[in-house]
């Protein structure tokens, strides 16, 4: 069975930060338990691999649309900052990739 550690320094904040995420909104269903999980205990495998990388990947093609979400976004939240909410996505994009790419290797 295939498996993947997580002993790299910055996968492993990647990782802390997206179950952060799902922490904050306090979510707890398929995709948020699976980071829960690669969080607390360092490593994934078998199917878990696969569902991390479909995550990811919708994460992405997701954040390629971004145009239309962020002005969902703007429209329902009058007072955000754009030009944070912009630096938070490139963050997010910049995870998912290095995520993505590890996942694939």
């Not at 995420?21 to 398929?30: L, P, T, V, W």
């Not at 479909?54 to 329902?76: A, C, D, H, P």
């Amino acid at each position: 069975m295939a498996k993947r550690e997580f002993k790299n320094k910055r996968i492993k904040q990647i990782i802390k930060n997206i179950a952060d995420d799902f922490r904050h909104s306090q979510e707890i269903g398929d995709y948020p338990l699976l980071f829960y999980k690669a969080d607390t205990q360092g490593l994934i495998n078998g199917a878990e691999i696969d569902k991390m990388l479909e995550y990811v990947t919708t994460g992405l093609r997701e954040l390629s649309k971004n145009i239309e979400w962020r002005e969902e976004f703007l429209q329902e939240n009058a007072g955000a900052d754009e030009i944070k909410m912009l630096q938070n996505m490139k963050i997010i994009e910049e995870e998912y990739i290095e995520l993505q790419e590890f996942l694939t290797k």
